[in-house]
């Protein structure tokens, strides 16, 4: 992920050399978090410090297009969300993404003195994500997606008829970015943005639950004990005080077709390449003229 980014942002400032004055780098620095069978409803539930870097080219006062590297982490768990707490799942996941957005300004922005140096704005775009969940047990972090808590790839008929088939699910992926923001130019070189928003995700495996138990007995025998102990964490006991396991087939999340979200809040940070006094000034546009346009708007 690290390496894609640092290609594309090579491509991007040769491609936008010649027009330097209107681009943009910078820092990002915030919050992550997630939004899922483990977090249904919890806006900023669980949140994790994340930061990046991004790359914009002003196109006009009104329209930008940005490429960020963000990088967070997720985490949730039943027992903290209250969103099923004898299910007793939990995970945590590490959160990479490269995003190409473009920003559409609600007001006119400028470098120049005299002239409009704010604007909230929206964006929206495509993104490029990556994760890993994993749980704690014992102690010890183990990769969910490489057990496969949902007999993932088994190829095999249970005891009670079930077949399991299922692939296991791609640790990346594509989302659909979109949110709101504010920036602010000052001293000429510089510009502070603070941004929140959220990713539409193909996925609703983040959190490694969308399926149904599989037999702990078939899970046992065919995989691990482990992996039985880390699909189904049942808080609930029966007569005689042991875990009484989910029965095979049931539900393990809460709806399978509802996909999972992130979400990224974020203050920037971004220094201005190549700095001329008309930095946003069409040729042959003089100053006066410029703030005559913009004092009729």
């Avoid at 604007?119 to 994500?129: C, D, E, I, K, R």
Wanted: aromatic share 14%.
């Amino acid at each position: 992920m690290k390496r894609l980014f640092f290609i594309l942002c090579a491509l991007l400032t040769a491609t936008f050399a010649g027009k330097a004055q209107y681009s943009e780098i910078g820092l990002s620095g915030g919050v992550s978090f997630y939004m899922g069978d483990l977090n249904p409803k919890g806006v900023f539930t669980g949140s994790r410090p994340a930061g990046g870097i991004l790359f914009r080219y002003n196109i006009n006062p009104r329209f930008a297009f940005k490429v960020t590297a963000l990088f967070g982490s997720m985490e949730a768990s039943d027992a903290k969300t209250g969103s099923d707490i004898a299910r007793n799942l939990s995970f945590r996941s590490p959160l990479s993404e490269l995003s190409a957005q473009m920003e559409i300004n609600f007001l006119r922005l400028y470098n120049e003195k005299g002239l409009n140096p704010f604007s909230p704005y929206l964006f929206a775009g495509a993104s490029v994500f990556s994760f890993c969940p994993r749980a704690e047990l014992n102690g010890v972090w183990y990769d969910l997606q490489a057990l496969g808590t949902e007999g993932q790839e088994l190829n095999m008929v249970d005891d009670n008829g079930l077949l399991h088939n299922k692939k296991r699910y791609a640790l990346t992926g594509f989302s659909i970015p979109f949110g709101i923001g504010m920036r602010v130019n000052f001293l000429k070189y510089y510009c502070v943005g603070l941004e929140w928003g959220f990713r539409k995700t193909f996925t609703d495996y983040i959190d490694d639950v969308s399926g149904v138990y599989v037999d702990r007995k078939f899970l046992e025998r065919t995989r691990d004990i482990l992996v039985a102990d880390l699909a189904d964490r049942t808080t609930v006991l029966d007569a005689n005080g042991y875990p009484d396991y989910h029965k095979a087939g049931t539900a393990r999340g809460n709806n399978a077709k509802t996909k999972d979200w992130y979400s990224f809040a974020v203050l920037s940070f971004s220094f201005k390449l190549n700095y001329t006094k008309n930095c946003q000034m069409p040729t042959g546009t003089s100053m006066s003229s410029l703030k005559r346009k913009a004092k009729r708007r």
